[in-house]
């Protein structure tokens, strides 16, 4: 069009009075006309490997991992341990190019934010979050799965399944963590450590606050409609859902608990976090400990 010849000038129209009627950007036309040419490439040297070498040493990373969804930045992470050092940028653009991103959930709009600060704890065992998902077994149909998750390390201390949602199966992932973290079970032993929960009939019951309680620990419910304040639980259920419950199928519900604790382990000795500097969740917890004993 910008090359025909106005009848009334006797010249071409040209390409800017073009774009400008049709509302065009020129910039859009000539990408249209030689897409490849437009193609931007990031200057300067492109690293130890070329980007198709680097795709394929990204696929072998994801393919190695015991865990589905995890993002560019721990990719990156993973590629360093093997002594591929590269930028962030370099592995976000190849991932997205080979479709190798994991997808996201749109949410819903938010109104005013009710939690403005981090939820996460500088030391362990100063805070831990607690909540219910639910899992399916063919045999004895759907279970409760009730976690606990400490907010600093973002270790699972404590994970149960059962058939019954009740209050005192609730319990069972905190004294597990107690009796862990703590050493033994009894009042006061775990003084100064708070709980993040919902609040859910089982979290609120005289049972479970009187339990609590009596180990010393005080209660700290989210906001009501906020389940960003429950976050580190949260993100631990859906790491749980995507690498275990979603993929995998159980029998009877001692078959899904034998498969839960397994997964407990596996995720404190190897998923890894970025705020530690991609250090795993027993790394974290072991460093804490053994700065602690060193004498002032």
């Known amino acids: 069009m910008s090359r025909v010849v106005s009848a009334g000038t006797g010249r071409r129209y040209g390409l800017a009075r073009v774009c400008h009627i049709w509302g065009v950007a020129r910039s859009s036309v000539y990408y ?15 690293g130890p490997c070329s980007d198709e070498e680097l795709a394929r040493r990204i696929e072998r990373v994801l393919t ?10 721990k990719v990156w992470a993973k590629l360093r341990f093997e002594g591929v050092r590269t930028s962030k940028r370099r592995v976000l653009r190849l991932m997205r190019d080979k479709g190798l991103l ?32 639910s899992g399916w077994t063919t045999q004895e149909g759907q279970a ?23 209050r005192f199966e609730a319990l069972e992932p905190i004294r597990q963590g ?12 775990a003084d100064g ?19 609590i309680r009596f180990l010393g620990i005080e209660s700290s419910p989210a906001f009501v409609r906020e389940p960003e304040g429950n976050g580190c639980a949260e993100r631990f259920i859906r ?44 790394q974290v917890r072991m460093e804490q400990t053994m700065l602690a004993t060193v004498p002032g």
């Open 64 to 73: 190695g991992s015991p865990f589905h969804g995890e993002g560019y930045r």
């Open 239 to 282: 790491v749980l859902k995507e690498n275990l419950l979603w993929i995998k199928s159980f029998k009877t519900i001692e078959e899904l608990r034998q498969a839960l604790h397994q997964f407990k382990e596996i995720y404190n000795s190897r998923w890894i976090i970025e705020r530690h500097g991609y250090k795993t969740p027993n």
């Open 144 to 166: 409760a799965i009730f976690v606990a998750v400490d907010h600093c390390s973002a270790e699972c201390v404590g994970i149960h399944v059962a058939k019954n949602a009740t």
């Open 102 to 133: 994991a997808a996201q959930r749109v949410g819903r709009p938010h109104g005013p934010r009710a939690h403005d600060r981090k939820i996460v704890s500088q030391q362990v065992d100063e805070m831990w979050g607690t909540d219910m998902t």
């Open 32 to 46: 249209r006309r030689h897409p490849k040419a437009m193609v931007r490439q990031r200057p300067g040297p492109l």
């Open 193 to 211: 450590l708070k709980l993040r929960h919902d609040h859910g009939s089982q979290y609120m019951s005289d049972a479970f606050q009187d339990e």
């Open 178 to 189: 107690v009796r862990t973290c703590f050493g033994s079970f009894a009042r006061k032993v």
